[in-house]
Structure formats: C-alpha cells, structure tokens
C-alpha cells in the first residue's frame, strides 16, 4: 500500500469534496478523517450535505475533491465490497425476494460462498427472519437487512447514512452495540446523523457540517472536557471568584453564594480554596453535551437568511 502524501494512511480520508447542482454550490471544500478503531460521526442539519459527502466518497455521485480508503482510491482496489460496506437507508433489492435470496445474490456478485450469508445473518440477529420478502420487512428488520449486506465482504471501512432514523430504542440500542463492536475489531465507521443523544452515546469523533463545509472535526473527549463548567458555593464568594479570575477562568455570580466557572475543572477549583483555607460547600462539574457543542458551532444554521 502506498498511500498519498498529506492523507492519512488508515481508516478514510476525503479532501476537498466539492459539488453543485446548478448554480449552487452544496459541499465546499469538505475534508475528514474517519480513522480506524473507532466511530466517526457526521453531523448537520437537513441539506447540510452529509449525503452529498457520502455519495462522492463512495464514487455514487460525481464531486471534485479524493477519497481514500486505507491510503487508496476505491478504484485502486480490486473489490471496492471487500472494502467499504455502505448502508445507505432501505434495501435496494426486488421487493418480493426473501431476505436469503437477496444476499446471496450480493454474496455471489462478491464471489463469496453461501455460507457467508448465514454469517451475516446471525451478525444482525436475522436468521430467523431469513425467509420474509424484502417487502414485508419492517424499517428495522430492513436496516439490519442492509447492515448485513454491507459486511458480507467483511469490509474494514462501514459507511452508513442516517441509519437511526425511524428506529424503535430496541433497535437503536442494538446499533449502537453493534457499531461500536465493529470499531473495536478495528474498522472505520463513519455514521452520518442529525440525532445528538444517539450520537453522543455512540461516536469516538465527530465532524460538523453546516451549509456544505466542515465546521469542527474533533473527539467526543474533547467535547466533554473541554467545555465543562465547574459549580461552587463558598461563604466568600467573592474571594473565590478572584482566586480563580487570578488562575485564569472566569466567574458568572449565581443565587446563594454560588459561582459559574469555565476555564478551570473542579479539582483545580479545589486545589485553589483548600490553598487559601478557604471552605467550599458545593463543587460541581457539569461536562458539556454533544449538543450544545453542536449549536456552539453550527448556529449559523439557524440564522435567517
Ligand atoms: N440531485 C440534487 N439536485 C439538486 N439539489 C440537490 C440534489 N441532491 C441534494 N441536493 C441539495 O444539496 C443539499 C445537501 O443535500 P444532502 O442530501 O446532502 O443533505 P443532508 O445533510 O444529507 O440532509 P438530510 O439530513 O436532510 O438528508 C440540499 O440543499 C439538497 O437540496
């Protein structure tokens, strides 16, 4: 494997993905990293282009810009399936084939034996279900249906667009695990969602689109400690409150001798009081949520035009 200078040789890379549909302009420049090990979530509202992302990724649609699946082009492998899986919402087969029928088909077309599709379907928890049509599958049986045809050729990179959306919290719950599962076997999952609690529960990293450009790419860690806010209540609020003005954070009065801080975490705020004697009778930290780092930097969003 050679790879390409300046591109990140595990999991996938895109850089510079761009497209417009007639005079407009919907992805500008758009470039991110899902690394192996772990899940990667694309955010963004409705029309931020997240499927516009995962289609030119994918070679589906046409788009300037590269994408590289463990430092190659998908061109440059010879079974793109073996590869990436893409799970990109309902199943695209005949309605009146049964689930088995519709894999082994797919499994046949990857050059995959038989016995690849029972695999899959204990994979996803559908062996039972292996006989309905196509047609008669609920929307989760036929998300797992689509999961399942995405890992028949045991591919390191799963790509899956929005694919929490409509599921009961059985099935959500189900998806998470699993696709946590398969980052730890040491896959790129790259999720694309505008559901934040899901995704909070369920991404190692996240990438922010608004109006087709990447606002943020970072870790969910850094999320969470980064922009948590320390509650105290002292006798003196006021000496606390230079104390930590002093240590660099900043201090918001609240009710009942209770101050906001950002900047410091809670034990720096203890370490501070317990150095001047001064007795603290409420320390708290509060990290920040996925989404109000989301709304922190998407909330151009929400302007009106
Ligand atoms: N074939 C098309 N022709 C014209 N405009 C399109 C086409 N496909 C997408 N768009 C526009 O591109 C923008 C991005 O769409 P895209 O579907 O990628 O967004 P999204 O983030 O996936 O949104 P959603 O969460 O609603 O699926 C939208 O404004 C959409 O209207």
């Known amino acids: 494997m050679t790879g390409t200078p300046g591109m990140p040789a595990s999991g996938v890379a895109a850089v510079a993905l761009s497209r417009s549909f007639g005079p407009r302009t919907v992805l500008h420049d758009v470039s991110l990293h899902a690394p192996a090990g772990s899940v990667t979530g694309l955010l963004g509202a409705n029309g931020a282009g997240k499927s516009t992302a995962i289609r030119i990724m994918l070679g589906l649609l046409r788009g300037g810009g590269q994408t590289l699946f463990f430092g190659q ?48 379907l204990d994979m996803v928890g559908l062996r039972e279900a292996a006989g309905l049509r196509l047609k008669a ?9 689509g999961i399942a045809q995405a890992m028949l050729g045991n591919p390191p990179v799963l790509i899956l667009d929005e694919p929490g959306n409509g599921l009961d919290p059985h099935s959500l719950r189900w998806l998470r695990t699993f696709l946590c599962d398969l980052a730890r076997e040491g896959r790129a999952v790259l999720v694309s969602s505008h559901l934040l609690p899901e995704m ?45 003005e002093q240590a660099g ?24 009081a317990a150095a001047d004697s001064l007795p603290l009778t409420w320390l708290d930290e509060r990290t920040s949520s996925l989404e109000e780092y989301y709304l922190s930097v998407a909330q151009e969003e929400f302007h009106i035009r």
């Open 137 to 145: 599958l609920s929307l989760g049986m036929a998300q797992r249906v």
């Open 249 to 272: 954070g900043t201090t918001r009065p609240l009710q009942d001798g209770m101050i906001s801080i950002s900047g410091l975490d809670r034990f720096r705020v203890g370490a501070l």
């Open 200 to 244: 909070e529960q369920l991404a190692d990293g996240v990438v922010v689109l608004a109006r087709g450009k990447v606002v943020a790419q970072t870790t969910m860690r850094e999320i969470t400690t980064r922009t948590g806010t320390v509650t105290a209540q002292s006798p003196s609020p006021d000496r606390l409150a230079a104390l930590v």
């Open 73 to 120: 082009p998908l061109s440059a492998w010879s079974s793109p399936g073996h590869v990436v899986g893409a799970v990109l919402g309902g199943v695209a087969g005949h309605p009146a084939h049964q689930v088995r029928t519709h894999l082994t088909m797919v499994a046949k077309g990857l050059g995959l034996p038989k016995s690849r599709v029972d695999e899959v």
